[in-house]
């Protein structure tokens, strides 16, 4: 499923953009939050008179809580009018609407007990626009477990609407700038743990089963990204660098089918995890920021993992493997990220085909290999008949506009033509033609190796 962010209330950049972000996405999440300046708090204004010392803004007004919550109601129902008025209540009806962004740390300067008042005025704002609006929150950051706590002892005790509840979970954030030669090394190689995530995931959900009312309300993880802050790359830390390689679309994958493990095993389940990524402006060619598009409008290697899930099929079936890392390891986890595994997702479509996505990854960026492995993929349940077989790669060589991109010398003033090759690769690629296999009893069987870090989609289709 895709997901939309849509962060705002009627300001330009809302107006401007959503139209054409609606016609490729499913779903969109409505944040509302970050003070505009008629309804800052007077204390927030009066922080920093100078414009010497530092806008209003650079002081952080915009997180104080409004000073007037009647105006503030009003400002979300013209917001929530003007979204149902301009896109329809068919469309708007399928969005989440939540207050603030990580209000446990710095973004929200208000208590706790403001907050939990606010949600209360949002949430009846929107649903006096949209009586049915999925109204939900808080957004908090994996190191918002208290904060959480206290909103749902709020909302579950006075009966507040709570149709979905968010949280955010990261990686790793390499904790320095460090500036030295370009290209040079790290200080300390460090890389993005999945354990972490996986840890974050299980203990909020965990704590969201506590409550009774809450255990059937979806999770929606609006921030599940590898790595924090979005804007930092390799030119603030050489660490941030697989923000730019195949082995941060093996990450996501691996990470994608590790929360459906999960959500099987749990009590409270994800139903949505979006990948809080960018294209900024003005940056350089893989800056190695957060981002699934670099300068020049060309596509990192990490779309590509979104590429690969897109085409698997709506069930889910499954699969074992005898060198895959379990979710049963978070039992007894020491905080070690997760070592070198071979594993996969398997889904089956309405028209018969079967999706088989594998990968060989490990949570180290360092630890390379092109010595590959060999993995065997065998696949029962078919019906009898030809089968066409698709086989689809994302590895240093292959989905990879960064490989391209240093093979020409790395340039940050590329020609057209270097572009035009550079391109030419982003996408989605094969690792070989297809070919069409016969199913006689029910099975079919195929070879394939992978280096690290790789991921194949096998794609069997059934010909009519």
């Not at 929606?220 to 390689?245: K, L, S, W």
């Amino acid at each position: 499923m895709k997901s939309l962010a849509l962060i705002g209330c009627g300001d330009v950049a809302f107006r401007t953009y959503i139209p054409g972000l609606l016609a490729i996405a499913d779903k969109g999440t409505v944040t509302a939050t970050f003070d505009p300046i008629a309804e800052r708090a007077e204390r927030a204004a009066a922080m920093f008179p100078k414009a010497t010392a530092y806008t209003s803004y650079e002081a952080g007004a915009w997180g104080y809580p409004p000073r007037d919550y009647d105006r503030w109601a009003g400002l979300i129902e013209a917001h929530t009018r003007h979204c149902l008025e301009r896109y329809g209540g068919e469309e708007v009806s399928t969005w989440l609407w939540e207050l603030w962004n990580e209000p446990d740390i710095f973004y929200w300067r208000g208590s706790l007990d403001q907050f939990n008042e606010l949600y209360t005025v949002t949430a009846q704002a929107v649903r006096s626009v949209l009586p049915n609006a999925k109204v939900g929150g808080p957004t908090v950051t994996s190191g918002g477990l208290d904060f959480l706590k206290g909103f749902l002892g709020y909302t579950s005790t006075r009966d507040e609407p709570l149709d979905f509840i968010s949280y955010h979970t990261k990686g790793c954030r390499f904790p320095t700038r460090e500036y030295g030669p370009i290209g040079g090394p790290p200080t300390e190689r460090l890389s993005p743990s999945s354990t972490k995530m996986l840890f974050d995931l299980r203990t909020f959900n965990r704590t969201i089963a506590e409550y009774e009312q809450y255990r059937n309300v979806p999770a929606i993880v609006d921030e599940c990204d590898a790595a924090v802050p979005a804007h930092f790359g390799r030119y603030d830390n050489p660490n941030y660098e697989f923000q730019n390689t195949e082995y941060y679309p093996v990450f996501q994958v691996k990470l994608m089918k590790k929360m459906l493990d999960l959500n099987a095993a749990e009590t409270v389940k994800v139903e949505q995890a979006t990948s809080w990524s960018f294209y900024f402006e003005g940056e350089r060619y893989f800056e190695g920021t957060r981002s699934f598009l670099t300068a020049g409008g060309i596509e990192k290697p990490f779309l590509n993992a979104y590429r690969m899930m897109s085409r698997l099929g709506n069930r889910r079936i499954g699969v074992t493997s005898d060198s895959s890392w379990s979710i049963s390891e978070l039992d007894a986890t020491d905080g070690s990220s997760m070592r070198e595994e071979v594993d996969a997702l398997a889904t089956r479509g309405d028209d018969g085909s079967v999706a088989v996505l594998v990968w060989r990854h490990t949570d180290d960026q360092y630890q390379t290999d092109t010595a590959e492995t060999f993995v065997n993929v065998a696949v029962s349940g078919f019906g009898e008949g030809t089968y066409t077989l698709s086989h689809y790669r994302i590895d240093m060589k292959h989905s990879n506009s960064y490989t391209i991109w240093k093979s020409l010398g790395s340039p940050q003033d590329p020609t057209e033509t270097e572009l035009a090759e550079i391109k030419r690769r982003q996408r989605l690629e094969e690792l070989e033609p297809a070919t069409t296999m016969q199913s006689t009893s029910g099975e079919l069987s195929v070879d394939t190796s992978l280096p690290l870090p790789a991921a194949s989609l096998l794609m069997f289709t059934p010909e009519s």
